[in-house]
């Protein structure tokens, strides 16, 4: 098991950018898949992106697909979702999840996750 921590949410302009980060406080992302969700009031918790253990493979689904980008650095222990050119829309609590077997969009698969971290954009 790994324990998350997300940082890096705040309140941006439409068309600004944000770097959230996801760590963890005990054992090591290396060897865990990585999934960033988002939450909207009022809505389900859907899957932004995944990146696997190495780093090697990433996928997006539908709206961050071509303005979001995943990373990881195993060496510091830690994984990257660059967001730019924010939308309204993207407002949410993001939160980082671990999965071992694979990247997945569905939630039931991760096993581990953050407290999330509040992304707010502003018209």
């Known amino acids: 098991q790994v324990q998350l921590v997300e940082s890096g949410g705040g309140s941006v302009q439409s068309g600004g950018s944000l770097r959230l980060s996801c760590t963890t406080t005990?054992?090591?992302?290396?060897?865990?898949?990585i999934g960033w969700f988002r939450q909207a009031p009022g809505k389900e918790r859907e899957a932004v992106s995944c990146?696997?253990?190495?780093?090697?493979?990433?996928y997006y689904l539908t709206s961050g697909n071509g303005r979001f980008t995943i990373s990881r650095d195993n060496a510091r222990n830690t994984v990257y979702l660059q967001m730019n050119n924010l939308k309204v829309e993207d407002t949410a609590v993001y939160y980082c999840?671990?999965?071992?077997?694979?990247?997945?969009?569905?939630?039931?698969?991760?096993?581990?996750w953050g407290q999330g971290t509040q992304v707010t954009v502003a018209s």
């Open positions: 990146t696997s253990d190495t780093g090697s493979l990433t």
């Open positions: 999840a671990a999965t071992y077997y694979r990247c997945s969009e569905y939630r039931y698969e991760y096993s581990d």
């Open positions: 005990k054992n090591t992302l290396s060897g865990w898949n």
